[in-house]
């Protein structure tokens, strides 16, 4: 079957484009995230291990996709001429600091956990249940308006320079292995959460 990804304008090429790896990436924190969504439905207990396994990657991985977008992907829609203005621009950050407030509410909450306090935990499970729903609305909206733009607007030299950034954005944010250890880190979530 086509998917979204094989109807862009140009034939598929042997290295990944930019909307490609972000894809993945969505895929990857979404299938976390499900896990995580999954382990607040079983149990009345929130596993403080797991969540705070779940911080650390999603304070860098996710928050690092969220910096390639705004610092390498939005700059390069500005160069062809997008306003930084354009509302849908302007939505893709917004949503990025609001997701950022919305994981610093569920780290504040993680350490009172420890009390057992009931109310405690029914705050850091509605804390948590907003986060999981922010992010898959939001990575949504990416995947159906930004992604599409991004591969109307880029031409493939701008997409390859794009793909250099990111890895050159990648290497200064998580070191030569930071990468493969949290992709180590998202497996182990998956089969602990
Ligand atoms: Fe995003
Ligand atoms: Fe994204």
Known sequence: METGKSLGRRPRRASATPTEILSAEHDLILDVVKTLEHGLDKTAQVDRDVWRDALVFLRSFAAQHHAKENIV?????????????????????????????????????????????????????????????????HMEQEARYLFPMVERELSEEDERDVVH?????????????????????????????
């Open 73 to 137: 992907l939005l700059a390069a829609l500005e160069r062809q001429g997008l306003a930084s203005s354009e509302p849908s621009l302007q939505n893709t950050i917004e949503e990025h600091r609001e997701e950022a407030a919305l994981l610093d509410a569920i780290a504040n909450l993680l350490p009172e956990l420890a009390s057992d306090d009931p109310d405690v935990a029914a705050r850091f499970r509605q804390a948590a249940r907003a986060y999981c729903a922010h992010l898959n609305a």
């Open 165 to 193: 950034r990111f890895l050159l954005h990648r290497h200064a944010a998580d070191g030569e292995d930071g990468y493969d250890r949290l992709l180590a880190l998202a497996s182990h979530l998956r089969r602990e959460a």
